[in-house]
């Protein structure tokens, strides 16, 4: 798991359900946004936890 322009790694994890977890945790801690990616490069199921750009509309 890696922040976007960072450096070095926030951790090394067994499993991606570990290291889904310990991101969500993260992500929801300091307000970003989760974009994981499968190994092909594609992002999976993005979630915002802050400052979302593009936040839903209420559905009515």
Same mark, same amino acid.
Not at 21 to 50: C, F, V, W, Y
């Given at each position: 798991?890696?922040? *976007?322009?960072?450096? $070095?790694? =926030?951790?090394?994890?067994? #499993?991606?359900?570990?290291?889904? *977890?310990?991101?969500? $945790?993260? =992500?929801?801690?300091?307000? #970003?946004?989760?974009?994981?990616?499968?190994?092909?490069?594609?992002?999976?199921?993005?979630?915002?936890?802050?400052?979302?750009?593009?936040?839903?509309?209420?559905?009515?």
């Amino acid at each position: 798991m890696k922040r *976007e322009n960072a450096k $070095r790694s =926030s951790g090394h994890y067994e #499993t991606k359900k570990e290291a889904m *977890e310990a991101g969500r $945790r993260m =992500s929801i801690n300091q307000g #970003t946004e989760l974009i994981p990616h499968r190994k092909d490069g594609t992002i999976q199921n993005p979630n915002s936890h802050g400052n979302d750009p593009c936040p839903p509309r209420d559905k009515k």
